[in-house]
């Protein structure tokens, strides 16, 4: 469905990407994670086409996705912020993009689901962070794409939300569909992923289920696996290498 | 594009600077037909007052709306829209809404005062025309530059620049060659200077419509008769159109290439 | 003596007059059926001091002479065809009265000054209330002296100077009197060189190619009440002196030479109560030398006052200066000129102590002014931002303007209607 072959991507001296590789066929919570700076939204919007890459190239269904646009009536987004026209309503951004979109949607049952049917009619200029992180999610959702791409789905959410959330993606998952998240809640990515992409400094670090990267740090939880690679990455940079700046690579 | 367009035009016309500036507009034409016996010399000082700020607040109000709209940029580029469709579709979402303001904030208080049938019909519809004219161009020249620079303040200055460039350093520059040059004939430059500036161009134009048309008459005859035959109302429009089109190709060539 | 003189020319009047009207008071009249079928021959026939009265209908008669003192009365218009012909009329005898005719189609001509009513070497004459219509010259006096004319339309439709002629052309004239005449679509609505002690009052002159009211060469003469309106330049006085100019009105003369009033190499003039409205210059001044301009209006013209060199002791006051584009452009420096105690719209000083007077002088030459003297294209930046910049740095900071042309008492309130 998705082959992510090879692609790298710098900001003026900045190296994101270093040629990432990185197949998504199988249904099911890939979660993507990283420290901040690592690529991992760089890397979803390269998905997205909001980046274009240097090298490398994207296909999603077998074809290349640059500068093509349709294919991505197949993704349901989520963006990392959630910011909106401020002079909307909600439900003219929710008509907005089901028109822009073209395609059958569920709006009802998402606004039910995070109960926001009473604000329908407010400007979204007005709302709080975690409303509207629920407008993103339907927005998201709503269209009942085979993919899913959230990135930070969790932000400003209250536990009511948040379990709301965890519902809709296990939901999502049994209908079959391939779902992208990047996050930092390991909780939440203990709860609901089935594959890990690890990204560390533009590259891929770890790929693999949850279980065989406990077995492989030897620790209990998700949270101590992190905690370790990135020490042990931190005394790699610290360490005084022959004029290598950059850090050097680890594979597994 | 429509879609997009449609709902920034929507999301535009209900903001409070919008409303602000259709009021003001309003305002100050009720306000010179007031004051004001004859109409002529209202429009003439509307005139002087739109083409500063109808410019000033299309580029203010483009580079802001676009640097706004930065924040959920990305839920629209995730549509299945052409980058193309979305950008233009917002460019011309911003100028048409303002296009609207200026034409209610015009035209209201005119036909209030009940003087569509005042023979002057045709100097306030050309002051319209204009300043919509201007809108576009300078909407667009705003967003462009917005588009091409990441940096908010940096593409704030630049697009206030371009508009100070086109009100006032343009001309310093153009009475400062004409002075130079003033023992040459200089009706051709004085003709060109006017046209390659959308600003100059369209006060030309709105004064060919009143009598005071008369004085451009001491660059000798060249005034009425490049605007008296249908060739200088071509290349007038071509050139308006110019400044419209080249900065909407620089949109749509910027908004292909850019990461957002 | 002189009263003597005045008392017996008096007594010869009464004779003469009681002479006439019980021996001479003989009416001919011309008709298609009466005994003259001919202006030509009825006035031939007549006596000196008949009456020849011409009914309606159409004649093509042209170079008809009168050469006797004799009153021609036209009914109903009839209408003189002078198409065959030089000019229409021609009187060349004192004391002739023609009114009510209506004379048309007078061929253009460059040899000779041909007209629908000439008048030569005579004295004591009336011509009133006749049409005149595309004659090329209207009616033209030489020679002429004690005359009215007065209530005559005159219209033509002119459309180039070198074939047109002037609506009512004085050469050699004195004591003439020009009231109450329309005059359109000529080369010059009224023309006077060499005119002395006349008065043109209440006439309406327009659309005429280059002037509607035109003085060469003359002195002491007034010109009174009349409208001026859309002429290639209202009124041009040229070379004269002592010009009395009150109560006319000015307007719409656009063009990009046009002028209301142009005043060349005159003397002692006075221009009073006289309204100008929008013409291109509302009055243009060349080498003029001791002229009053008090209580006119100047609305809405391109400049209201141009003064050009040579101009001494030029008094500008109690005028009021409203919405021009310029109010006043001199490329003198000194202040040769008075402009002082005129209303001008764009003063923006203050008057603290409320006596009406401005306690900032204005400065009505503006740097734009200056500008467009220097290099009159740009006057295409009118009306543009950068020159209200412009202009208000140099009002902080007078480098270019002239310093002696201020209003050192600029009126805060605007002069009332001056009837």
Excluded at chain 1, 167 to 175: F, H, P, Q, T
Excluded at chain 2, 1 to 26: H, Q
Excluded at chain 2, 87 to 114: D, E, K, R, T
Excluded at chain 3, 317 to 343: A, K, M, P, V, Y
């Amino acid at each position: 469905m998705i082959r992510i072959e090879n692609v790298s991507k710098s900001f003026g001296k900045n190296q994101v990407l270093n040629g990432i590789s990185l197949d998504m066929n199988e249904p099911g919570v890939t979660a993507i994670l990283g420290p901040n700076g690592s690529g991992k939204t760089t890397l979803i919007k390269c998905l997205m086409g909001m980046v274009l890459p240097d090298g490398g190239e994207i296909r999603f269904k077998g074809d290349h996705i640059r500068g093509k646009h349709l294919y991505r009536r197949d993704i349901g987004y989520l963006p990392q912020i959630a910011r909106f026209p401020d002079n909307l309503k909600v439900k003219e951004l929710i008509t907005w993009i089901a028109n822009v979109r073209q395609q059958p949607d569920q709006r009802d049952k998402f606004v039910e689901a995070f109960g926001v049917s009473g604000i329908l009619d407010q400007t979204l200029g007005t709302l709080s962070g975690g409303t509207r992180q629920k407008i993103n999610l339907i927005l998201a959702m709503m269209h009942d794409s085979p993919v899913l791409v959230f990135d930070e789905p969790t932000v400003g959410l209250d536990p009511v939300a948040m379990v709301m959330l965890k519902n809709l993606i296990a939901e999502e998952k049994r209908n079959g569909k391939i779902i992208l998240i990047s996050t930092h809640i390991m909780d939440f990515v203990e709860q609901v992923a089935d594959r890990i992409v690890y990204l560390l400094d533009g590259d891929i670090y770890y790929d693999g289920t949850i279980p065989d990267l406990k077995e492989k740090y030897g620790k209990s939880s998700l949270e101590k696996v992190i905690v370790s690679i990135l020490s042990q990455s931190v005394e790699e940079v610290s360490e005084p290498t022959n004029g290598m700046a950059t850090h050097p690579k680890v594979f597994i | 594009m429509k879609e997009i367009l449609k709902y920034t035009m929507y999301d535009v016309v209900r903001s409070k600077w919008a409303i602000a500036y259709t009021v003001f507009f309003a305002l100050l034409t009720t306000t010179f037909l007031l004051l004001s016996r004859d109409i002529n010399s209202s429009i003439i000082s509307l005139m002087s007052i739109t083409l500063v700020l109808v410019p000033l607040i299309s580029t203010i109000f483009s580079v802001i709306y676009y640097y706004n709209s930065r924040d959920y940029i990305n839920l629209l580029l995730a549509q299945p829209v052409a980058r193309k469709s979305l950008f233009l579709g917002q460019y011309f979402g911003i100028a048409s809404a303002l296009a609207v303001c200026i034409a209610f904030g015009l035209l209201v208080p005119f036909f209030i005062f009940n003087l569509a049938g005042s023979g002057l019909i045709k100097s306030t519809l050309t002051l319209v025309g204009v300043n919509i004219m201007l809108t576009y161009i300078f909407s667009a020249i705003a967003f462009f530059i917005a588009l091409k620079n990441e940096d908010k303040v940096r593409g704030f200055g630049l697009a206030i620049f371009s508009w100070l460039f086109f009100s006032v350093i343009y001309d310093g520059i153009f009475i400062f060659l004409l002075a130079i040059f003033r023992e040459y004939p200089l009706e051709n430059m004085a003709l060109a200077g006017s046209i390659f500036n959308p600003i100059n161009l369209s006060r030309i134009l709105m004064l060919m419509q009143l009598d005071i048309a008369a004085l451009l008459g001491l660059t000798g005859a060249v005034f009425t008769r490049f605007f008296g035959q249908s060739f200088g109302w071509i290349l007038a429009m071509t050139m308006l159109l110019l400044w419209f089109v080249i900065p909407l190709l620089g949109i749509v060539r910027r908004s292909m290439t850019r990461d957002f | 003596m002189f009263q003597r003189a005045i008392f017996f020319r008096t007594i010869l009047w009464v004779c003469l007059l009681a002479f006439c009207t019980v021996v001479s008071a003989a009416e001919i009249k011309v008709c298609s059926d009466c005994d003259h079928q001919q202006i030509k021959t009825a006035v031939a026939q007549a006596k000196s001091y008949d009456t020849v009265y011409v009914l309606p209908g159409l004649y093509a008669e042209a170079d008809i002479i009168i050469d006797k003192p004799l009153t021609l009365i036209g009914q109903g218009f009839p209408r003189i065809d002078a198409s065959s012909g030089k000019s229409g009329l021609i009187i060349r005898a004192d004391s002739v009265s023609i009114s009510g005719v209506h004379i048309v189609n007078v061929q253009v001509s460059h040899l000779d000054d041909r007209a629908g009513i000439r008048v030569e070497d005579c004295k004591e004459f009336r011509l009133t209330n006749n049409h005149l219509t595309n004659t090329f010259f209207g009616i033209y006096l030489q020679h002429a002296k004690r005359g009215i004319i007065s209530g005559n339309i005159i219209k033509a439709n002119a459309k180039e100077e070198m074939n047109s002629g002037n609506a009512i052309h004085l050469w050699y004239c004195n004591n003439v009197e020009i009231v109450a005449n329309e005059v359109s679509g000529h080369r010059d609505g009224i023309y006077l060189e060499f005119v002395k002690e006349s008065l043109i009052r209440e006439n309406l002159s327009t659309n005429n190619i280059r002037y509607g009211l035109h003085f060469m060469f003359s002195d002491h003469n007034e010109y009174l009440d009349n409208i001026f309106r859309n002429n290639g330049a209202g009124v041009a006085v040229m070379f004269s002196k002592f010009i009395n100019m009150r109560n006319n009105l000015f307007e719409e003369n656009w063009g990009a030479t046009s002028y209301g009033l142009l005043l060349k190499e005159i003397y002692d003039a006075e221009i009073i109560n006289n309204r100008f409205i929008k013409n291109c210059t509302g009055i243009y001044v060349e080498g003029c030398t001791r002229i009053n301009y008090k209580r006119n209006n100047f609305e809405g013209n391109g400049w209201a006052i141009r003064i050009s060199g040579g101009c001494v002791s030029n008094e500008i006051s109690g005028n009021n200066f409203i919405g021009n584009s310029f109010d006043l452009s001199t490329n003198s420096s000194s202040s040769e000129n008075s402009f002082d105690g005129n209303f001008w719209s764009a003063y923006d000083g203050y008057d603290l102590d409320h006596d009406g007077v401005g306690d900032v002088p204005y400065r009505p030459v503006k740097l734009f002014n200056y500008i467009v003297d220097q290099t009159p294209e740009a006057v295409v930046l009118l009306r543009s931002f950068f020159i209200d910049l412009l202009n208000f740095s140099e009002k902080v900071n007078p480098l270019y303007t002239p310093k002696g042309v201020m209003d050192n008492f600029p009126r805060t309130v605007k002069f009332n209607s001056h009837d």
